[in-house]
């Protein structure tokens, strides 16, 4: 079975900032990976996934991930940090079947 | 573009009441999913339909909980009777194929529910 796990529960910047989210996953099988942002009160929105290929993702409002097998690892990461970006941001995983398993979220403030 | 529509989006209740939740997904998409979201957690799957078929209800409990996709179309979610336990988030996804790791799910503003 597939599994993520979030580092950080709660992450603040400054704007203008580095934005780093963590994400390491555990599968068995090669594993498909997402990662989604939830404003409040709103559903889940895509913001890229990892299927095949090429290991670094770029997606919308400029967030990008790598996919790193060796490290199991595909952490999410933003050049620099918005007031729009404050969020909650959920790290998926999948395997050949459709069975989503998500992380507990990180939960991303950002400071004037 | 096309999205996944849920009503209502806020429901609030008493216990032991039954309560019961829509959803409409994107046109053409033949996988529906329903999902729990407590307060401060990721969701968790309860059921998923392919079509008009139930593929995985294994994380439904079905003492209180039903779903249903008469048409394969859109889904209803019942919860009767309510307990305290039961207020979270519910959304609903739908993905085109839903066969396939790398099909995408799309998610609507969800449910969220108070039970009293």
């Keep these: ?112 | 573009e096309a999205e996944v529509a849920q009503s209502p989006r806020y429901k609030i209740t008493e216990k032991s009441q039954a309560v019961a939740f829509w959803c409409d997904p994107i046109s053409g998409h033949a996988t529906l999913y329903w999902y729990r979201q407590i307060l401060g957690q990721g969701p968790e799957l309860l059921v998923q339909f392919q079509d008009e078929s139930v593929v995985d209800d294994s994380q439904l409990p079905k003492d209180r909980f039903s779903a249903e996709r008469l048409k394969g179309v859109d889904s209803t979610l019942k919860i009767q009777p309510a307990e305290l336990g039961d207020s979270a988030m519910y959304l609903c996804a739908s993905s085109p194929l839903g066969d396939s790791g790398t099909d995408t799910q799309y998610f609507g503003p969800g449910t969220r529910l108070t039970v009293l």
Aim: hydrophobic share 35%; with cysteine.
């Design chain 1, 1 to 112: 079975a597939q599994s993520v796990t979030q580092l950080g529960s709660h992450v603040s910047v400054s704007e203008g900032a580095l934005v780093l989210l963590r994400c390491n996953y555990s599968s068995s099988v090669p594993p498909y990976l997402f990662w989604y942002v939830q404003y409040p009160n709103q559903g889940l929105q895509l913001l890229l996934k990892y299927t095949t290929g090429a290991t670094l993702v770029k997606g919308i409002n400029g967030f990008e991930a790598e996919f790193k097998k060796s490290e199991t690892s595909f952490h999410l990461t933003k050049p620099s940090a918005h007031m729009s970006d404050a969020a909650e941001y959920f790290c998926a995983v999948k395997g050949n079947n459709n069975d989503m398993r998500f992380g507990a979220g990180t939960r991303l403030t950002v400071k004037p």
